[in-house]
């Protein structure tokens, strides 16, 4: 069987932490091209991740032009999604882009329709779907365990823990902070788990009043007020068509003691749920109220019988199998884009101080 001839644009952080390490699992895959602008980073790549026939380059474009790969990893700042996955779509390659889609709502749609025109394949990576509890609470919701999913809580929210490394802090090239960083994985949750992408409106606020203080407490050391120019938090209330309502919380930095982050809870007219400490499932049952506490070290939902449970493994196997053998994929980029025009409708609430409402 050949294997997935695959380039990766972007050797940072993400590309380091969760790509290639989970691409290194994935006996389908053959990574042949690293790039980078800063060189190096793509070299040092290559060492650990490629072989001697790999090719490294500074330019995506030089990369692209290369006939022999088939498949791309997009893992550069948020400004630069839709230029990138756009043209490796046009060069005939599919495109694994990381999440959010694109920086903006408008460079999101523009992305999938290149996909469509082109056919080739793309999904975002929202890899907090491939979690153990996520898969077990996505199939108790397809099931109708929990009924009519009405109301839900997207919990992204960290007391003190602001990434002051790479641009980050920079409005201009990411778009956002924790919202469009953090918010955005326990949004597509939240959605996944209703099954609903019809937004009808959103009242929303980002908050900028943590972010100017100097020598804060920080886990990863204190950030630079000049350099911080997104929001520290941001919180929105979004109603959905079907009359279903969605409160998203995200923060880098709050004066709380709630900490979850990339976790929902859902109510439902059968049954609820949240991921606090553990997954649990609450209703009613012969006039009794109960709370299940779901065991999920043994078995349970699995993509991959018999495979890694390891979240960015079973992203990476579940996109490689698509792009070879037409598997479903988890991540449709049609749902993506929802994703990314809610995000973006808070940060316009935000600033109008007025709903936006969804034609």
């Known amino acids: 069987m050949s294997k997935l001839r695959v380039g990766i644009i972007g050797c940072g952080g993400i590309a380091n932490g969760k790509h ?60 630069s999604h839709a230029e990138i996955a756009i043209a490796a779509m046009e060069a005939d390659k599919h495109v694994l882009c990381e999440k959010p889609m ?35 609470l996505n199939e108790a919701a397809k099931a109708g ?38 918010g955005t994985h326990a949004l597509d949750l939240a959605l996944w ?25 920080n886990a990863w050391g204190p950030w630079d007020p000049k350099q911080f120019t997104v929001e520290d938090s941001a919180f929105a209330m979004i109603t959905m068509e079907n009359g279903a309502s969605l409160v998203l919380e995200s923060s880098w930095a709050l004066n709380t003691l709630e900490i979850d982050e990339a976790k929902v809870t859902l109510c439902g007219t059968e049954a609820g749920a949240d991921m606090k400490g553990g997954l649990r499932i609450n209703g009613e049952s012969n006039s009794r109220l109960y709370t299940k506490e779901i065991e999920l070290s043994s078995g349970g939902v699995a993509f991959y ?8 493994v079973l992203e990476q196997r579940n996109w490689v199998e698509h792009v070879l053998n037409d598997k479903e994929l988890v991540v449709k980029p049609e749902q993506a884009l929802v994703v990314s025009e809610i995000l973006e409708a808070i940060y316009e609430s935000s600033r109008t101080g007025k709903a936006v409402y969804f034609e």
């Open 20 to 79: 290639l390490p989970a691409l290194a699992k994935v006996n389908e895959v053959e990574i042949v091209a690293f790039c980078d602008i800063v060189l190096e980073r793509a070299e040092q790549a290559k060492e650990k991740y490629g072989s001697s026939e790999s090719k490294v380059y500074e330019n995506y474009a030089d990369l692209l032009k290369d006939a022999s790969i088939e498949a791309v990893h997009v893992c550069t700042p948020n400004d």
């Open 102 to 136: 694109a920086k903006t709502a408008a460079d999101a749609r523009r992305m999938l329709e290149v996909s469509k025109r082109t056919g080739k394949k793309l999904s975002i990576a929202y890899q907090n779907r491939f979690r153990a509890d996520s898969r077990y």
């Open 145 to 182: 365990e929990l009924g009519e999913v009405y109301f839900a809580k997207a919990h992204a929210i960290r007391r003190r823990a602001v990434p002051t490394w790479g641009v980050f802090l920079d409005e201009e090239k990411q778009g956002g902070g924790p919202l469009i960083d953090i």
């Open 193 to 217: 788990m209703m099954d609903n992408y019809k937004p009808k409106a959103v009242l929303g606020r980002a908050y900028h009043k943590l972010s100017q203080r100097e020598n804060a407490a």
């Open 305 to 312: 019988e018999g495979e890694s449970d390891d979240p960015a």
